[in-house]
C-alpha cells in the first residue's frame, strides 16, 4: 500500500472513530434553554430539550448574562402552559427548579 492511501485511510479511520465516539454518548445534554419568544404578549411555552449547564448553576463561575435572560424568559412566561399540552418533561423540570432556587429569599 502506498503512503497516500495509507495516509487517506487512516484518516478515514479517524474520523469514523470521532462520529462513533459522538453518537455513543449518553450522558445527559446540558446548555443554554430555549427562550426565543415569538410573540410580545406570548400565550404558551416550548420545551426545553437540554439540562442547565455550567453558566447557570456554576455560582461564582455562571456567566450572569446567560442567568438574567433565563431569569426574564421564566419570570414571563414560566406560568404559561405548554403549546403542545403535554406534561413537562425532565429538562422542563431541571429548568424550573434552577429559577425558583433562584428567586428564593
Request: hydrophobic share 40%.
Amino acid at each position: 500500500m502506498s503512503t497516500p492511501a495509507r495516509t487517506r485511510w487512516a484518516t478515514l479511520v479517524v474520523l469514523g472513530a470521532l462520529v462513533l465516539t459522538g453518537c455513543g454518548s449518553s450522558a445527559a445534554r446540558t446548555g443554554a434553554p430555549d427562550i426565543i419568544s415569538d410573540s410580545k404578549k406570548p400565550t404558551c411555552r416550548s420545551h426545553q430539550s437540554v439540562l442547565p449547564s455550567k453558566d447557570y448553576t456554576g455560582g461564582s463561575d455562571a456567566k450572569t448574562l446567560a442567568v438574567l435572560a433565563m431569569m426574564k424568559y421564566y419570570t414571563a412566561k414560566g406560568s404559561l402552559p405548554f403549546c403542545d399540552a403535554k406534561p413537562a418533561t425532565a429538562q422542563d423540570t431541571a429548568w424550573a427548579q434552577l429559577y425558583a432556587s433562584l428567586i428564593k429569599p
